[in-house]
């Protein structure tokens, strides 16, 4: 009987989830915002290859750099129906940032999760633990507002200069 409560419970939860992202045709392109945009020299890439999001290159600390960022092109999505997103990774054990934008100006809206070298992992960024930031500093406000996300974004800068490669299978919300 516990067997069958716990095989209805995965279910259901199965069913609450909905996919938002897909990497395929229909996917909305990507765009690199690295941190040559105040003078660093990092570079990064992204490309979609056999429906998997490829998010791929070097961070460099010179002249004050220390990031490299990927984000979608603008588009409408409405994740009020939604508590948390899930992502299925393939990194490089590196810890990434996750981020969503909204349209107001400059402000992101971040969390972190950490990779397994190789693996293919499943992440879950609750919407209530991103944080508001504008040009990488925390704010205090304004609360995401989940039914206005434009678009969605990935970064790396762990003050270090290093080589690194993060997959996304796809997003979905929970």
């Keep these: ?3 069958l409560a716990l095989a209805a419970a995965l279910c259901s939860s199965m069913a609450l989830s ?9 996917t909305p392109s990507w765009s690199v915002l690295n941190d040559n945009v105040m003078g660093g020299v990092s ?19 010179e002249n004050n750099g220390g990031f490299a960022s990927i984000r979608s092109n603008p ?22 940032k996750f981020q969503l934008g909204t349209d107001q ?11 397994v070298a190789g ?23 304004p609360a995401l ?3 206005k996300v434009t678009f ?10 290093e080589q690194f490669t993060l997959e996304v299978d796809w997003i979905e919300g929970l």
């Design 1 to 3: 009987m516990k067997g």
């Design 145 to 147: 507002d989940p039914s």
């Design 152 to 161: 969605f974004g990935f970064m790396i800068g762990n003050g270090r200069a």
């Design 119 to 141: 693996v293919w992992t499943i992440v879950t960024i609750p919407l209530a633990s991103l944080r508001p930031t504008r040009f990488g500093r925390q704010l205090a406000g």
């Design 18 to 26: 909905a996919p938002i992202l897909e990497f395929n045709a229909d």
């Design 75 to 96: 588009g409408r999505y409405d994740l009020s129906r939604f508590s948390a997103l899930r992502l299925r990774v393939k990194g490089d054990g590196k810890r990434y």
């Design 43 to 61: 570079s990064s890439r992204v490309q979609i290859k056999a429906g998997v999001l490829e998010f791929t290159g070097q961070v460099r600390l």
């Design 105 to 115: 100006s400059s402000v992101t809206y971040r969390d972190e999760f950490d990779t």
